[in-house]
């Protein structure tokens, strides 16, 4: 069953670095790859806001509030994207989550994975 695990998220201090992985658990290469990308955040109390989203043909395009500081990416091969964030502030706190649209389906979620950003 396909499905998209997340992980690497954590406590870290304001100007912390995490970078964030999503697998495609189940899926074959020929899914993954015509599939655009997305993280979402949830910080408590918000709506689920779109951070970072790459195309098939790794167009990018980031929330205002991230760009500059977080990067988006994927391994095709792998069948993974990643969010690398860099100087991270309290604001960036919620969970993540990763979003999967292929051109034939309806968008698959993952579970998410917490990102604590406090001294």
């Known amino acids: 069953q396909a499905r998209l695990v997340e992980s690497g998220g954590g406590l870290v201090p304001p100007g912390g670095s995490l970078r964030l992985a999503c697998l495609a658990s189940?899926?074959?290469?020929?899914?993954?790859?015509?599939?655009?990308m997305a993280w979402y955040r949830q910080a408590p109390g918000k709506e689920r806001e779109l951070v970072a989203r790459?195309?098939?043909?790794?167009?990018?395009n980031y929330a205002d509030s991230v760009k500059g500081r977080f990067t988006i990416s994927r391994d095709n091969s792998q069948k993974k994207v990643f969010l690398q964030m860099n100087n991270l502030k309290p604001d960036d706190t919620g969970a993540y989550y990763c979003?999967?649209?292929?051109?034939?389906?309806?968008?698959?979620w993952g579970q998410g994975t917490q990102v604590f950003v406090s001294s």
């Open positions: 189940g899926q074959i290469f020929s899914v993954f790859s015509p599939s655009d």
């Open positions: 979003q999967q649209v292929h051109p034939n389906s309806d968008p698959l």
């Open positions: 790459i195309t098939s043909e790794r167009r990018t």
